[in-house]
T-cell receptor
């Protein structure tokens, strides 16, 4: 079946622009995660949704970062007034989140370059 | 704060040789994961280890978990060029109440290059 999809795959933004990154999780997956992966580093947690509820946003680096999942399926990560340090790959992952169903499936990522 | 450390960070191997990647973590965890990432690609799940003493094998890769030592290993047997990639371990941290929901903390990654 279809995996996690993300769009756009690549985004170039001028410093100060707002961007919106989309994630389509696997159908029926309750949990959705966003991670940020800087060049040469491991992914770092940004935020977590269970259905439409954002239960953990402790990893969002500043109040310029905002995520939503209004209907419990598609999620959008928005970055306002982008800065160069926001340049990274943004990964979305989803999982079933049932007992013993713990595996996260990652999307291909959106590579954001802020110039 | 949960810390996950991998070593080595860079590994250059000859085909046919064996080697081990180590993953240490700092606090109690529910689960430990190993992922593979090819350049420019996303993360591919290799193993999920749930309990102390767990061992899983797939082809030339074998992963094990020692929760008492807070250590996991990824052993590579008779390496082949196709195994060249970056390997990450990730830990799912227990939260208050003794459960976890999948928030992963990743190691820095081990870049594996297999030479002929």
């Amino acid at each position: 079946g279809a995996g996690v999809s993300q769009s756009p795959r690549y985004k170039v933004a001028k410093r100060g622009q707002d961007v919106a990154l989309r994630c389509d999780p696997i159908s029926g997956h309750v949990s959705l995660f966003w991670y940020q992966q800087a060049l040469g580093q491991g992914p770092e947690f940004l935020t977590y949704f269970q259905n439409e509820a954002q239960l953990d946003k402790s990893g969002l680096p500043s109040d310029r970062f905002f995520a939503e999942r209004p209907e419990g399926s598609v999620s959008t990560l928005k970055i306002q007034r982008t800065q160069q340090e926001d340049s990274a790959v943004y990964l979305c992952a989803s999982s079933l989140a049932r007992v013993y169903s713990y595996e996260q499936y990652f999307g291909p990522g959106t590579r954001l370059t802020v110039t | 704060e949960l810390k996950v450390e991998q070593n080595p960070l860079f590994l250059s191997m000859q085909e046919g040789k064996n080697y081990t990647i180590y993953c240490n973590y700092s606090t109690t965890s529910d689960r430990l994961y190993w992922y593979r990432q090819d350049p420019g690609k996303s993360l591919e799940s290799l193993f999920v280890l749930l309990s102390n003493g767990a061992v899983k094998q797939e082809g030339r890769l074998m992963a094990s978990l020692d929760t008492k030592a807070r250590l996991s290993t990824l052993h590579i047997t008779a390496a082949v060029h196709d195994l060249s990639a970056t390997y990450f371990c990730a830990v799912d941290m227990k939260i208050a109440g003794g459960t976890s929901y999948g928030k992963l903390t990743f190691g820095q990654g081990t870049i594996l290059t297999v030479h002929p």
